[in-house]
């Protein structure tokens, strides 16, 4: 959508700048993962930070020789930390940006610290495996995902993150979930595609809609004549687009997947009319194409 929205030249021209520029903003989305966990090491470093400061106090406190590691022991926190491979990943990519950008992690610190999901976590006593897993996913849901400090860090570091981060904040959750200690170092290594076929359908759906454009919208035009004409040039008509290309040039997907999908996203991205006024284009064209008895599904596609 991103790509198509930007694309201001013909069907005629060259596409591969505009396939790059698709590829680079999805692996993106690997390096706000990974950005993410190196966040999490940086954590767990400020949290055995603070413990050793405490105890090298001089007038240092039972409590300070003695100090409550359940948050820097964390299980899930050690794996991440103790990651070769991660590690090896976020410094290869250069996505430790912590260190120089410290005060983010301080900021992150304070507000679990202060959280009352921290305080319930610390003031009981050893824990076991489901609790620092519960821990973590409540602190990374309820306190990291949603801070907008750290939300507006990432907007000015890479202007796609903002719309990658809820897909990157759900998988990093469902990581914390899942953990197990037997779990292996690539465990936190996630595929950026599930197979091949992931990555040849998004350049797919690219390019075919750019070498139809002309053809999608006179369709789509002959279906909106009660309908604002910048509306067409704006969003809606770029997911108009999509969505027609996918039932004509994709037969394996189902008609409703592809609706119910745009519509989702015009909600997302568009005005608060856009899926009202998608979904009645669409319907009409699907009514359309099955009374003709054209661009038929196959397989699952029919469903």
Not at 87 to 106: G, P, Q, S, T
Not at 133 to 158: C, G, R
Request: charged share 30%; aromatic share 12%.
């Amino acid at each position: 959508m991103q790509s198509l929205f930007a694309f201001k030249g013909t069907e005629s021209d060259d596409f591969s700048k505009d396939e790059k520029f698709l590829f680079q903003s999805i692996d993106k989305m690997s390096d706000l993962y990974f950005a993410m966990m190196a966040l999490m090491i940086e954590l767990q470093k400020k949290a055995n930070s603070k413990l050793e400061l405490s105890q090298k106090k001089l007038l240092a406190t039972e409590e300070d020789i003695n100090p409550n590691r359940k948050f820097a022991d964390n299980a899930v926190l050690e794996f991440i930390s103790n990651n070769t491979m991660l590690k090896e990943v976020i410094e290869k990519r250069k996505l430790n940006f912590w260190d120089l950008d410290f005060e983010y992690v301080d900021i992150i610190y304070k507000a679990i610290l202060e959280s009352d999901i921290y305080k319930d976590y610390m003031s009981k006593g050893a824990s076991d495996l489901k609790e620092d897993k519960d821990f973590m996913v409540d602190i990374y849901s309820e306190i990291i995902a949603p801070n907008e400090k750290l939300f507006d860090y990432f907007e000015d570091k890479q202007i796609t993150w903002v719309d990658d981060l809820p897909v990157v904040n759900t998988a990093i959750v469902k990581t914390f979930t899942k953990f197990k200690l037997t779990k292996p170092e690539t465990y936190l290594i996630p595929e950026l595609y599930k197979d091949e076929d992931d990555r040849v359908f998004a350049k797919d759906l690219l390019i075919k809609t750019l070498l139809n454009t002309s053809k999608f919208s006179e369709e789509i035009a002959a279906k909106t004549t009660n309908w604002d004409a910048d509306r067409l040039a704006s969003l809606d008509g770029v997911l108009l687009q999509m969505a027609l290309c996918e039932f004509q040039k994709f037969a394996s997907i189902p008609v409703k997947v592809t609706i119910n999908e745009y519509l989702e996203i015009a909600k997302e991205y568009s005005t608060p009319k856009s899926s009202l006024f998608i979904n009645g284009i669409l319907d009409k064209i699907v009514k359309e194409y099955k009374q003709n008895n054209i661009h038929n599904k196959i397989g699952r596609g029919l469903m």
